[in-house]
């Protein structure tokens, strides 16, 4: 009861610390985006073919100043609160309305990566670890490494390949059915599925020689047992901190997949309200609104996986005092 | 001892590299000047004359690109660049990083809340879409030292992430009871640091370090592939006929967002080169790093 209760708050206190890391995280964000990117106007001398020189008008955004970033932050606020919306994109439709789309198209995808690369990356965790001691121990944990070596644009850039020479039936670049987001999850999956097959390894790998081994060997537990059910036990928490930076990783190879198949998700949008085009510079079609807007439910989603990520641990590692005690 | 096999591939990897990188411009097959070559005559009637790109030759292995360059001497002069670029990020990350942790290695303190900021602001977030947050803000677009800033802002990054590692393990040994053995003999600090800290410290950091610039490579890659180049000049581009930000290097990272356009014409044929590059980069520091790992843990076990 005792060691229910304390376990209790330190999980609460925990889930307040989480939750006010990411106020920081968004203030900063925030900070970032309303960064002053009104154009001025400057003159710049020009040398002309002949030799003379003569001045042009020219628009610059170098110049920065607290006053400049001061007021960019509130007029930001002021029409977000006249008009109680973020704003109209480019498209010229509310930014909200954008962001729910946008978020509806990927958020599928990104819950598929999520659970694919979890599962399978503990499989693919414990096959490693059963193949280590064998001779085709090549096939085990270097093959995680080799993937994992792989840029994530190569690999993506592959796939388009033998899909359009090989498979054209593939839609490669779907956008709905079920192969709009199969195929993304898949991409997206490979990263993160080497990432917690490698953390599942170590923490497997940790657990060899305990003495709770010994004793359940000395009792005659099969060894299958002892794997699934005693070391598994042991490293489930430890697989469960990483569910947070998994999902930090999914997140970034939603881009890279996104901005390849050219699916119109909440991070191909998000670069392109960013507008780093190299055509026009930047600036002239920046959308501060939506950016904060799909930060924020990245933030959100980040944050909600490592609630349960935080919860899950309480609830499966002995040690935290969970309800296990 | 058994052979550390891991270590061996990886050296092995590395030099083959470094001969690439440092010899691969003095080899005969490469046009260090990398000149563009507009048209060419073949013998072949009825296919007489032939504009660039040209096709895979004897004369250049892996063609040619529209301009009529040859792709593999672009490749071996660019890769140079892209090595040094990926180094000076990760270099600087750690001289930044190295002594922050070490500061901070009694978890309170000026340095500990920079670390911990740092840490916790960049590690709920992808570091691809810091980065092209942090490298698209206008005041880093326009100045003349771009190259520098963007360096600088993509070791910040993940500043916090080594930081905090060095600052665990500094923490960790400083608990140890050796370290409390040798501060009651009354040995000087630097003798502590010298003989107890750094050969601690020493491995972790070394494995970091080249997994690190694996990690460095793929990023910089990313946002290669992204159209954002680390170095730029705004100005009008004759060959394109358009006005922007014109890449000023020819380094893999440039090379990737200049071809990403063949893919959509079905040209996939060059694209893969440069993220090969990349790709045996990566893998090769990762095995140099886990080679690394494995050797000191020996050598650790050794002296146990």
């Known amino acids: ?55 042009r008008d020219i628009l610059v955004i170098s110049t920065y100043s607290i006053e400049k970033h001061w007021q960019s932050i509130k007029s930001f606020f002021e029409q977000v609160i006249e008009t109680k919306s973020l704003g109209t994109t480019r498209y010229n439709v509310s930014v909200e309305s954008e962001i729910v789309s946008s978020m509806k198209n990927s958020l599928m995808t990104i819950v598929a990566a999520l659970l694919l690369s979890f599962f399978l990356g503990i499989a693919k965790g414990f096959f490693d670890f059963k193949m280590q001691r064998k001779k085709l121990s090549i096939f085990g944990h270097w093959t995680t490494w080799i993937f994992q070596s792989i840029p994530d644009f190569f690999i993506i850039l592959f796939v388009q390949l033998m899909l359009i020479r090989y498979f054209p039936i593939t839609r490669f670049f779907g956008r709905e059915g079920w ?17 917690i097959a490698r953390i599942t390894m170590a923490a497997l790998s940790g657990q060899v020689g305990q003495l709770y081994i010994q004793v359940a060997r000395a009792k005659g537990m099969s060894e299958k047992i002892i794997l699934y059910k005693h070391i598994f036990r042991n490293c489930i928490g430890t697989i469960l901190t990483h569910l947070a930076p998994l999902m930090v990783y999914v997140l970034s190879n939603l881009l890279m997949v996104e901005y390849f198949m050219y699916y119109p998700g909440a991070a191909l949008r998000l670069y392109q309200a960013i507008d780093y085009d190299p055509q026009f510079g930047t600036g002239m079609l920046y959308e501060p609104g939506l950016i904060l807007g799909i930060t924020f439910c990245f933030m959100i989603l980040i944050l909600v996986v490592q609630l349960i990520s935080l919860v899950a641990r309480a609830y499966f590692e002995p040690r935290m005092g969970g309800n296990e005690g | 001892m058994k052979k550390n096999i891991t270590l061996w591939i990886g050296l092995f990897m590395l030099s083959a590299l470094l001969i690439f990188t440092f010899l691969g411009p003095y080899m005969p097959f490469v046009d260090r000047a990398l000149t563009k070559e507009t048209h060419r005559f073949t013998g072949i009637p009825g296919k007489m004359l032939q504009l660039p790109p040209f096709p895979p030759s004897e004369k250049n292995p892996l063609g040619t690109d529209d301009k009529g360059v040859d792709n593999l001497s672009k490749l071996i002069m660019g890769a140079k660049e892209s090595i040094f670029i990926v180094f000076v990020v990760v270099a600087v990350r750690y001289l930044l990083a190295v002594p922050l942790g070490l500061l901070a290695h009694k978890k309170k303190g000026m340095s500990h809340a920079i670390i ?24 880093f677009l326009n100045t003349s030292n771009r190259f520098l800033w963007s360096i600088v802002l993509i ?31 009354g040995l000087s600090s630097s003798r502590i640091i010298r003989k107890y800290y750094i050969p ?23 946002l290669g592939v992204l159209n954002i180049f680390l170095k730029h000049s705004l100005g009008f581009d004759w060959d394109s006929g358009r006005y922007g930000f014109i890449n000023e290097s020819s380094n893999w990272f440039a090379l990737l967002s200049e071809h990403r356009w063949d893919i959509y014409f079905e040209r996939f044929a060059f694209i893969f080169f440069p993220a090969l590059a990349i790709m045996y980069v990566i893998l090769t520091f990762n095995v140099l790093g886990e080679g690394l790992r494995q050797h000191f843990n020996r050598k650790m076990h050794n002296y146990l």
């Open chain 2, 116 to 139: 911990s900021s740092l840490h916790q602001l960049f590690s709920v977030f992808p570091t691809i879409i810091s980065a092209v947050i942090l490298l698209s803000l206008p005041a």
């Open chain 2, 155 to 185: 070791a910040l990054i993940e500043v916090g992430r080594v930081a905090y590692i060095v600052q665990q393990q500094t923490h960790k040994i400083s608990h140890e009871a050796y370290v409390d053995a040798g501060r009651a003999l």
């Open chain 1, 1 to 55: 009861m005792n060691l229910e209760k304390l376990g209790g708050t330190t999980v609460g206190k925990q889930i307040l610390r989480t939750t006010a890391i990411y106020f920081f995280v968004m203030i900063v964000i925030l900070l970032l985006v309303l960064f002053p990117r009104t154009p001025e106007h400057a003159t710049e001398e020009v040398l002309h073919r002949d030799g003379s020189t003569y001045t």
């Open chain 1, 179 to 195: 192969d709009a987001f199969v195929l993304p999850a898949l991409l997206i999956a490979i990263f993160p599925t080497m990432y």
């Open chain 2, 200 to 222: 601690a410290l020493l491995p972790e950091i070394v494995t970091n370090f080249c997994v690190d610039i694996g990690k460095v490579m793929l990023l910089v890659g990313q």
